[in-house]
């Protein structure tokens, strides 16, 4: 059975219950199908739509939990040129089924025959309960079964009449708690909604080859845009829904539905600008970033319990959190012996409300109040690179595949910072544990404590107190101060090289050459690069890319600044087959940094591989 459109004809494919059960003349209860790029199925009762199913969304339709556990039944939906329709088959082809519209009880109706009593059974209805009438809640509104009353304003708006509200009548629905500036920092954000049946799809738009990050930028450029989700939940999910002006019959389904993001107004935010003092117009709106009410972080953090502890960074604690809307963060709390002082807060502040791009971390605003200073980070569910990296166990987990995509993430996160973002920064601290996976194993770049901005064409700084990590810093940096893009180009080379041996730099043992680097170099002279691949890879990787990474971050450690790539030659040579140039001697005398130089370092230094100040002789 086809139910849809014949394009051609301008033929519409639908069910008409009989008038009743002694008259089949049309009746005017009707089941049809929506021909939008997100199809669904709609009932109506002449012309008022009494139900919707969801649109389809990769297993079942978001409204219809049994869709997806219903073995029995095989869905397709077919949209071309000619035809547009949904059709389905039973997968048992002795069983005999029906469905029927049904006049007297307003549903669709699928009957399956019982061959002992020779009767039909019904095996399912639509719609199944209260919450299924179309609009019940109205706009905005979450229509909730079990709950009193059943239908709710979702979190971040409120009735549009309080009056008609609790009174039951819910169909003017609710409006934003707080007015919103489309696309102000800070004014508005995105809260994911989980186990919902997704708004009525007749003002939405779907791309199914985009990813969940590329559909969150595209509903923010937009300032219609109220909310996005994947348009398939298969596999972790994948392409890009998203939904324009008023959200309409959204309902909770528990164990079922997907997750929405739902455009609103930040409530516990506030701007804060000019945070070094600034009163230029442009540069506070350069720097503005949401500041959050230090109450309502200890409350998300329980009050910054053990518990709730992600791990310690130089600086101090990092703390998982959940705000009032269900979202995870982490947030960094700056303590009092902290190494990164306030200087380096406000700077990560300013540089974080600036950059965007999928391979940072995002920062979500701040906190300074009493004596707390709090950054609030988007949360990395998978945490850091390293804890994958260099455990035997984890490492296994990381199979060549996100191992090669983690390395082009790190590479496009660097080179927006280098060279596409407003500002040309300077990471300074590049290195594993300051590469953060999300759930989907997709590396972002954190901790901008110490990065720098560089003005304009300046393309290098030089500092007396250098910081950065041992392992991961270049020569002219570390013996001489002189920091640039192409000392971040160094430690994307140890890194690179670290993802690819499954090896700390600096704990290789130091039998040849002391590093990791040295132990690359000489492996690739004496024609074994292949003996440098982690083991825990087996046979699983592909030695092609796996021999260009190798020779890509070889170049990226050459002793000379000017001799390295830059980054947007490496984010090409990763993807392309071009001619590489030899590498020159790397710089492996990194361990010979002398040790005086760390006691004349103003601040303490920690013998593992946490971030280090020290002055710079010159
Ligand atoms: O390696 P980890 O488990 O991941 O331990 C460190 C710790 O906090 C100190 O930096 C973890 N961490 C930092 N930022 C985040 C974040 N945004 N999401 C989740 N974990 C984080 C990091």
Redesign the pocket.
């Known amino acids: 059975m086809k139910l849809g459109w014949d394009l051609k004809k301008g033929l519409n494919w639908f069910l008409t219950a009989w008038k009743n059960w002694d008259d089949p003349s049309p009746g005017d209860f009707t089941r049809s199908t929506l021909h939008t790029n997100n199809p669904e199925e709609v009932m109506w009762k002449g012309t008022t739509q009494y139900y919707r199913s969801g649109p389809w969304d990769g297993i079942g339709f978001s409204g219809i939990p049994s869709v997806s556990s219903d073995s029995n039944t095989n869905y397709t939906i077919v949209s071309n040129k000619d035809e547009f329709y949904i059709t389905y088959s039973l997968i048992d082809k002795s069983l005999i089924s029906r469905v029927v519209m049904n006049q007297t009880r307003y549903a669709r109706q699928r009957l399956a025959w019982n061959i002992d009593s020779q009767t039909w059974r019904v095996s399912s209805e639509l719609p199944t309960d209260f919450c299924d009438q179309y609009n019940i809640c109205g706009a905005f509104g979450i229509c909730v079964i079990g709950q009193a009353p059943a239908c709710k304003c979702l979190d971040g708006f409120k009735p549009k009449s309080p009056r008609n509200w609790t009174q039951m009548s819910w169909n003017q629905g609710c409006v934003h708690n707080q007015t919103w500036s489309c696309r102000k920092k800070g004014r508005d954000g995105f809260n994911k909604f989980s186990n919902v049946k997704v708004p009525d799809t007749r003002r939405s738009w779907v791309n199914a080859n985009m990813t969940l990050d590329e559909c969150k930028n595209k509903c923010w450029e937009n300032c219609s845009c109220t909310a996005y989700a994947n348009s398939d939940i298969k596999g972790g999910g994948s392409g890009c829904a998203i939904w324009f002006s008023d959200l309409l019959d959204i309902r909770l389904m528990p164990n079922a539905g997907q997750d929405l993001y739902i455009r609103l107004a930040m409530s516990e935010t506030e701007i804060i600008t000019g945070i070094e003092g600034k009163n230029n117009k442009s540069q506070q709106e350069d720097f503005e970033l949401p500041l959050f009410d230090l109450a309502s972080i200890a409350h998300a953090t329980n009050n910054f319990s053990n518990d709730n502890k992600?791990?310690?960074?130089g600086f101090g604690?990092?703390y998982?959190g959940i705000l009032p809307y269900g979202q995870e963060?982490?947030v960094?709390r700056l303590s009092e012996t902290s190494r990164q002082g306030l200087k380096e807060f406000k700077n990560e502040v300013m540089l974080c409300a600036e950059l965007q791009h999928r391979n940072l971390?995002k920062v979500l605003g701040c906190c300074i109040q009493d004596d707390e200073k709090l950054l609030i980070?988007?949360?990395?569910?998978?945490?850091?690179l390293?804890?994958f990296l260099f455990d035997s166990s984890q490492g296994k987990l990381l199979d060549w595949p996100k191992r090669f995509c983690i390395i082009n993430g790190i590479a496009r996160g660097l080179l927006y910072l280098h060279q596409d973002s407003r500002l040309r920064i300077i990471h300074r601290d590049l290195k594993a544990?300051n590469v953060?996976l999300d759930n989907e194993m997709n590396p972002?770049i954190?901790?901008f404590g110490l990065a720098r901005m560089c003005g304009g064409d300046q393309i290098e700084g030089k500092t007396s107190r250098v910081v950065g990590t041992y392992g991961y810093m270049a020569p002219e940096y570390a013996f001489d101060g002189i920091f640039s893009i192409k000392s971040d180009v160094f430690s994307f080379g140890v890194l690179l090289l670290e993802i690819v041996s499954g090896k700390k730099n600096r704990l290789f043992s130091p039998n040849d050459y002391n590093n990791l680097i040295g132990h690359a170099w000489r492996l690739s002279k004496e024609g074994k690069p292949m003996q440098f691949i982690d083991t825990s890879l087996k046979d699983s990787y592909n030695l092609h890319e796996a021999l260009r990474c190798i020779h890509i971050g070889l170049l990226c450690v050459q002793h000379h600044p000017n001799d390295r790539p830059n980054m947007a030659s490496v984010v090409v040579s990763l993807s392309n087959e071009n001619a590489l140039p030899l590498p020159k001697n790397p710089s492996y005398q990194l361990n010979d940094i002398p040790t005086e130089r760390e006691s004349s370092s103003n601040t303490s230094l920690s013998v593992n591989d946490v971030t280090t100040s020290m002055l710079s002789g010159r």
């Open positions: 992600l791990g310690e960074g604690p990092v998982k963060v982490a960094k971390v980070y988007e949360y990395m569910a998978n945490k850091s390293d804890v544990s953060l972002k954190s901790d």
